[in-house]
């Protein structure tokens, strides 16, 4: 299929973006990387009016670590961040996801603003977002604001993000001595839309973890803290936390999985994810 019509502009600044979005005269959409929105405008599931092309921006791309914050441009590129000696460092945990993230091609392309944004409810970065405690930047009209990753992301497709609304930069702790973090997913192929994934951030206190972040994505409409099964692993104890998922997790069947199969498979993940924050501790 091919896209409905669309104008397009390519803004020259954000301040120009914002004014391009609050112009009257019918739905916009922004262009970043576009390796989600591309698609759905080919199968019609968006049809903008107006394509606003968000590359000729300076300013919204680049990684930088500060004030004890790793904190990334919407236009970083998800293969400039794979290989960042910084998010090596000091986001782990983003480290470890990228990878699983579409295929090269996708991530030369693909931006980690993009993703945060489209906030799919399979996708990595959303989760691992929500994981690290992180924080999103967002320009309006009205001027700028910092919503964090618990409130930010809404419902299937639903962020915090206004119409008018541009996300510049997401923000997540630079990991410390004694941060924790672990990474896994089930997909049919790799690059494929995970059926069930997870990502964990903890800290490591004696002989235990503790400030437990279990993100789990593909079994909701948004990116899911596991709250019960986090207490049950800060108290050391990984089959009460798996068995704790029945209250923290009601996943839907779809295309790929019944609801009982990405239960189990969620369980799965958090044994091998719990053993990858305690062999780290260790």
């Known amino acids: 299929m091919k896209p409905s019509p669309f104008a397009y502009a390519k803004a020259k600044s954000l301040d120009h973006a914002i004014e391009l979005l609050s112009r009257p005269d ?64 000091h986001a782990p945990l983003i480290a470890l996801a990228l990878p699983h993230i579409g295929h090269a091609a996708i991530r030369n392309r693909g931006t980690l603003g993009g993703s945060i944004a489209f906030a799919d409810p ?67 192929r790799h690059g494929d839309y995970a059926m069930v994934g997870l990502a964990a951030c903890a800290q490591a206190d004696g002989k235990g973890l503790g400030d437990v972040r279990l993100a789990y994505f593909g079994v909701g409409a948004v990116p899911l803290r596991a709250k019960k099964a986090e207490t049950r692993l800060t108290e050391g104890n990984i089959d009460d936390a798996v068995k704790a998922l029945a209250s923290d997790l009601d996943p839907s069947g779809d295309v790929q999985a019944t609801g009982a199969t990405k239960m189990h498979l969620a369980g799965v993940l958090l044994r091998r994810v719990a053993r990858q924050l305690m062999e780290a501790r260790s």
């Open 122 to 188: 399979a996708a990595e970065l959303p989760a691992c977002l929500l994981a690290l405690d992180g924080e999103v930047d967002i320009a309006s009209p009205t001027g700028k604001r910092t919503v964090q990753a618990d409130d930010f992301f809404k419902g299937l497709f639903e962020t915090a993000l206004g119409p008018r609304d541009v996300l510049t930069a997401i923000r997540v702790p630079a990991a410390a001595d004694d941060t924790r973090v672990g990474f896994a997913e089930f997909a049919r």
């Open 26 to 89: 019918g739905e916009a959409r922004l262009l970043a990387g576009g390796q989600s929105l591309i698609a759905t405008l080919n199968m019609r599931l968006s049809a903008p009016k107006l394509l606003i092309d968000l590359n000729g921006i300076g300013g919204l791309a680049g990684i930088a670590v500060k004030n004890g914050q790793v904190e990334i441009g919407a236009l970083t590129r998800h293969a400039e961040a794979e290989r960042s000696a910084d998010i090596a460092r």
